[in-house]
Nanobody, 113 residues
Framework: QVQLVESGGGLVQPGGSLRLSCAASVSNFSFRHMAWYRQTPGKQRELVAAIRNDGTRDEIDSVKGRFTISRDNTKKTVHLQMNSVTPEDTAVYYC???????WGQGTQVTVSS
């Protein structure tokens, strides 16, 4: 059984920062690959950043150098540090256990002045 609870979203001005958190309830968390996705109305959900069980990371080009994914295996949490945000980053952000078809409720991020 999987449960993911995202938090940390909100309204932020362009150029600002936000830190998203995901509390995961899943067996063998430290062995799981985790990821953050985002979705805007009318568009498909897209992968933003991923972190493997060995700690290696990938991000999509549009967020490279601005977003950083991290994990804490002790606390079973995944974070997304978002810096230098732009209006194009506005979306609902979801964390996911890769390989498991389950989505939490997501957290809304709105970038606007």
């Amino acid at each position: 059984q999987v449960q993911l609870v995202e938090s940390g979203g909100g309204l932020v001005q362009p150029g600002g920062s936000l830190r998203l958190s995901c509390a995961a309830s899943v067996s063998n968390f430290s062995f799981r690959h985790m990821a953050w996705y985002r979705q805007t109305p009318g568009k498909q959900r897209e992968l933003v950043a991923a972190i493997r069980n060995d700690g290696t990371r990938d991000e999509i080009d549009s967020v490279k150098g601005r977003f950083t994914i991290s994990r804490d295996n002790t606390k079973k949490t995944v974070h997304l540090q978002m810096n230098s945000v732009t209006p194009e980053d506005t979306a609902v952000y979801y964390c996911k256990v890769e390989g498991i078809d389950y989505w939490g409720q997501g957290t809304q991020v709105t970038v606007s002045s």
